[in-house]
């Protein structure tokens, strides 16, 4: 292959292009009549590059906008090579709007391996098989028997299969070009574990030498009545003949999902008893199970209602919940579209709470949209959108509308197990960058609220998976200042339903599995221009909500930002009479001074406060009336009070 196989590409694409290419979202000039695949075949054969291709690897129409997306894959003579490829977006009429990308530049490989798929699987079971605990899932005859249920396929089997790849190092510095000096030609091999414990990681084996060069776990986690929400109708099934009883599997009313009590992880899934009971007013007797089972059902229902998908696969396709696990975590597993629930370190059970369901729930819908690898930033992207829409699902099904933007808060938790969109660094946690006794990292608390401020975590991949869980709160506070504005940079809140709509056409249908930060950003940007129009306040606002938190610049966009006019009535100060402190709300922050006056018109105090609630020291003021004034934007507002010591 030619050297600078990226840069012929660019070349070759220039002339059609509406602006600069943007952390590779390529605009292009409509209408045009630019059919789905040809472009990387006009590259192929103007160059020409008889080693590299696209791969057309999945195409839908997203029911917000009406876009058709066109997602490829990247191959190196006839190879997958991992996080490379494309989207393209099409209109209704046909054009061509825009491709995001990421491409693997001058692989140097003849792509010929020195060891078989069946030798690369045979030394990888030999190399596990040293801890005589583990135990493979195709080693269990009722675990064999449940995968050949769940696929509707007589020769199924957990036993796994050599799948080959060119591997790169680490999913991280995911930038439009990526070096191919980064990649190696491996086996990709799935195996799944029941004991000790059930996991699913994927291997990476070196296929010229048989060295196992990384390892990914498939499981993406959170480090009746319904608990707080009283008595709620539950979708469960009438099972009759012998059994005469209700359980918890919803397979009508839209929905497709089962709940069960785990009872070890060398018990499949079709062999756990159904939690079951004769009676229509099952009350708190399974408080657990019907919890779990019911927030289930609010999220299946938040992604019909608000979006039009069908469940996390968007096929209406069974998911498994398993509550009870007895660990302190909760993960999705895609491997099975399972989801299991442990407790909280309060040994509260975690299916309990909503917004950690809805979390899950999401990780699920990631796994079938954008897959983003769940490693650095990425894998914090896949945490943030999890807790976004969490966050979004406890919100608008169960309270109104109305958050307190924490995650977890809803069973008594620790501090550090919950995290806020609002104010990250004030819970959940951030390595300290050092190591305990046992070489395992030490974490305190607070995550980063700015993209590489001093929580943020630049850390190797056994630190958290690349601070997956640490880093998600750059794009958490994005989203809160998205929805609810900001004092500097100025932004004015969109509110939650509109910065969702934008956050989920971003994620299912603009972003790839190796998306960074500054991806995230332009896929936002991208979706906010097809919801809201180009240069709207939300296209606006989505840019500066970014800034805010440090990925990218403002708008260049040129606007007049429309603040409300403010009176008295909007103002509250209190006490009054006030003798040492007077507490201030504000409907709106305003970076301008903040003025009191005397009944003489002199200026006896100054001072600024960017936030909407605060408390500011009056006790340098003697007895007497005052008055004390605000600025926002131009509109001037008074208010008098009372000084009396």
Known sequence: MSFGQYQQYEYLLTPYLSRPIESGFFYFNTPNNIQAGSLYQYYKAAVPDLVNDMLLIDHHTDQLVGLTHYKYQQLYKNIPVEGAGCIEHYQEDGSLQFINAKIADSIISDGIPKITGRDAIDGLIQKLKGDPKIVFAWESASWEQQIRT????????????????????????????????????????????????????????????????????????????????????????????????????????????????????????????????????????????????????????YFRDEFGRNGTNGAGSELHVYTQIGVVNALYDGIGNDVYFGTAPTAYDLGMEPSVVG????????????????????????????????????????????????????????????????????????????????????????QPDYYYDSYYCDCPIEVDNGGVHINSGVQNKWFYILSQGNVSPVVTGIGMIKASRISYLALTSMMMNSSQFTDSREATLQAAINLYGECSIEHQMVARAWQAVGVGPGSSCTYTLDIPQISQEDLTIYPNPASAELNIALP???????????????????FNNENT?????????????????????????????????
């Open 150 to 301: 769940d696929q509707a396929d007589s020769s199924a089997t957990w036993y796994p299969t050599a799948e080959l790849i060119f591997a790169i190092d680490e999913i991280k510095d995911m930038t439009l070009e990526i070096d191919g000096d980064r990649y190696k030609l491996a086996y990709k091999i799935l195996i799944t574990t029941i004991q000790p414990t059930y996991e699913s990681h994927y291997y990476y084996v070196d296929a010229v030498t048989g060295d196992i060069l990384k390892v990914r776990s498939t499981h993406i986690d959170i480090t009746g009545d319904v608990y707080s929400y009283g008595a709620q109708n539950l979708d469960a099934k009438w099972r009759g003949g012998f059994i005469q009883k209700y359980e918890l599997d919803a397979e009508d009313n839209g929905h497709n999902y089962h709940t069960k009590k785990f009872v070890s992880s060398t018990t499949a899934w079709d062999d756990m008893d159904d939690t079951r009971d004769a009676s229509t007013n099952w009350g708190s007797t399974y408080l657990t199970e019907t919890s779990t089972h019911f927030h289930v059902g609010e999220s299946w229902d």
């Open 588 to 606: 709106y922050a305003t970076t301008d001074a903040i003025r009191i006056y005397d009944m003489m018109g002199k200026l006896v105090q100054e």
């Open 613 to 645: 609630i605060f408390q500011t020291d009056i006790s340098i003021l003697q007895n007497g009336v005052y008055n004390i004034q605000f600025a926002f934007d131009g509109n001037i507002v008074t208010k008098r009070f009372i000084v009396q010591k």
């Open 359 to 446: 979390h899950e729930f999401t990780h699920g819908v990631t796994h079938h949209t954008a897959g983003l690898v769940y490693e650095f930033e990425s894998g914090a992207l896949n945490e943030s959108f999890s807790d976004i829409f969490g966050t979004m699902i406890q919100a608008i099904q169960l309270e109104s509308t109305y958050t307190d933007w924490i995650l977890g808060n809803r069973i008594p938790n620790t501090v550090d197990f919950t995290r806020s969109l609002s104010q990250p660094d004030t819970r959940g946690t951030h390595w300290d960058g050092t190591y305990d006794s046992n070489n395992f990292p030490n974490y305190v608390l607070g």
